[in-house]
């Protein structure tokens, strides 16, 4: 300590120095423009040079909240992405259901537009719901159908929702013929690959080829004639050997279905009850 | 001693206003400017303590300073020479007379005086000019203009030496 204060006190002299030095040198930069500017110039180089490395470090600490960021500005986007898809899709189906109605006879039949938001493929019995319901006019045994075919028959209806029997239901049943005959079977979805069907009981006699575009017959009170269901793929016998069995490749994909219409027809009440009369 | 102060605040005026009236308006061929002031360091007594010393040149230099529009510069050079000065002093004095005496060609012979002058007065302009510059990258110029100004303010020197006399 002595030795210290020793040392200090002999070389005072540099504190001095040191003072004077920094007050000339703190009058200089302030109140001379010219080094005022070189000094402040190369400090800025060197401060910046500090700085950059520090952002650099320091950015990595909000990584983070970027990534936060980015994932919610990520969510507004795809929900703004979802909402337009939606009015897209909106717009297709209404030219979609202009077509279609194009195609068919106004007077015999109706349209309504819905949209799936369940549906299953691989089920042993599949079964799909729609977004509307009984008070949008949908009822039960009305037929449902695509731009790419028939998708199936409407089962049951609550005031808002109906559930549709899939065409991949083991209980579904629907009368097909083959473009350019009038030979009818019926088509059944024997279970496995969402792609295939098979059409049954179509007389030996009948004439086609494979590749050929099976089609609703128009015989049952659901669909009306000519809906496409897929295209011949091949052909066995049927057990009993009196008929043709046929796999026929189904034109739509039911993996991604999304909006569908439902057919009502014009009198099928009537049909039915005059139908029923005869059975009992 | 009052005499001594009174003789030397004479001094201090008078080399102020002889510089910053004078001797700031000489650029010889737009280098050389005497910077006779530090006249007044380099005549302090050779056991002048330097802490002393450094405040006379500091508030000299900022005297000139204020006069001439450049604070700090001169206040920083003479402050910076008043530092050395006792080292300069002892490297050029024969050891045997170095005690209390005042630097002249008289006191310390014409070979040393003259190399402790040039050598304080070079130190002197070399730092000024270095802080006006603030750069290197035009160093041919600055020793140009510190050779110039050595030359020019030992000159005035040896003339203010000889007058005295």
């Known amino acids: 300590m002595r030795n210290l204060l020793n040392f200090l006190i002999k070389y005072n002299y540099w504190f001095l120095f040191v003072l004077l030095e920094v007050a000339s040198f703190v009058l200089l930069f302030k109140h001379n423009r010219y080094q005022q500017s070189v000094f402040f110039t190369s400090a800025n180089v060197v401060s910046g040079a500090v700085y950059e490395v520090s952002g650099g470090i320091t950015s990595y600490f909000h990584l983070k909240k970027a990534n936060q960021e980015l994932l919610d500005r990520n969510m507004l986007l795809e929900q703004q992405l979802d909402n337009l898809e939606k009015a897209l899709r909106d717009h297709q189906v209404d030219s979609m259901a202009i077509n279609s109605i194009k195609e068919l006879p106004v007077t015999e039949y109706r349209l309504y537009k819905a949209r799936v938001i369940k549906n299953s493929i691989n089920l042993s019995d599949n079964f799909i719901t729609l977004d509307k319901g009984s008070s949008s006019g949908i009822r039960p045994e009305m037929g449902v159908i695509d731009g790419n075919g028939v998708v199936g028959i409407v089962y049951e209806t609550s005031p808002s929702y109906s559930v549709v029997l899939s065409l991949l239901n083991s209980k579904s049943n629907i009368s097909c013929k083959i473009v350019g005959s009038q030979y009818f079977g019926y088509l059944k979805w024997e279970h496995g690959d969402s792609r295939y069907a098979y059409l049954k009981d179509l007389p030996r006699h009948a004439e086609f080829n494979l590749g050929d575009t099976v089609v609703t017959s128009g015989y049952s009170s659901m669909f009306p004639e000519g809906i496409i269901v897929g295209t011949v793929d091949d052909m066995t016998d049927s057990n009993d050997g009196l008929s043709y069995l046929l796999k026929v490749k189904l034109s739509n994909d039911f993996g991604r279905l999304s909006d569908v219409r439902v057919i009502e027809r014009i009198g099928q009440g009537e049909q039915k009850v005059l139908e029923s009369k005869i059975v009992r | ?165």
């Open chain 2, 1 to 165: 001693m009052i005499l001594t102060y009174i003789h030397r605040i004479g001094w201090f005026i008078s080399l102020i206003l002889l510089q910053v009236l004078l001797l700031n308006n000489i650029h010889i061929a737009g280098y050389a400017t005497p910077f006779l002031y530090i006249y007044f360091i380099l005549k302090f007594g050779s056991d002048t303590s330097r802490n002393e010393l450094m405040l006379w040149a500091f508030f000299m230099g900022l005297l000139i300073d204020i006069f001439s529009n450049t604070p700090g510069m001169n206040a920083a050079a003479s402050v910076f020479l008043a530092f050395i000065r006792p080292s300069l002093l002892r490297l050029f004095t024969p050891r045997d007379i170095l005690d209390g005496i005042e630097p002249s060609f008289k006191s310390m012979g014409v070979s040393s005086f003259l190399k402790y002058m040039v050598v304080s007065v070079f130190v002197q302009s070399a730092v000024l000019l270095t802080i006006e510059f603030f750069s290197f990258s035009n160093i041919l110029l600055l020793l140009l203009r510190v050779f110039a100004c050595t030359l020019l303010t030992v000159s005035c020197m040896i003339a203010v030496e000889g007058i005295r006399k």
